[in-house]
Nanobody
């Protein structure tokens, strides 16, 4: 069974940094991990895409985080990271990682983690 587990969230002051990690487990069922993403959802807001990284390493960022956040991945560790710098109170949200995974049964599915809370105080 494939699972995604996020870590690294917490409370930080404005201007500070946090690094999120997300590990994909269940390697016996995974043939390939394609795009990996970070989404976030603040109270009362819709869930939004923060950053995406494809299997070949190309990246995409939301305009609101460009220049401040960096997404990266370690394919050998089946892990995606989100380095967040110059944090603002409006970055406060629950952050979710996702992964597009091709299983050993040749079925492609989109998996989500349970989320990690990041709070930026002013």
């Amino acid at each position: 069974q494939v699972q995604l587990v996020e870590s690294g969230g917490g409370l930080v002051q404005a201007g500070g940094s946090l690094r999120l990690s997300c590990v994909v487990s269940g390697s016996g069922h995974i043939f390939r991990i394609d795009a990996m993403c970070w989404y976030r959802q603040a109270p009362g807001n819709q869930r939004e895409l923060v950053a995406r990284i494809h299997g070949v390493g190309s990246t995409h960022y939301a305009d609101s985080v460009k220049g401040r956040f960096t997404i990266s991945r370690d394919n050998a560790k089946k892990t995606v990271y989100l380095q967040m710098a110059s944090l603002k109170p409006e970055d406060t949200a629950v952050y979710y990682c996702t992964a597009d995974i091709l299983g050993t049964d040749w079925r492609a599915n989109d998996y989500w983690g349970r989320g990690t809370q990041d709070t930026v105080s002013s």
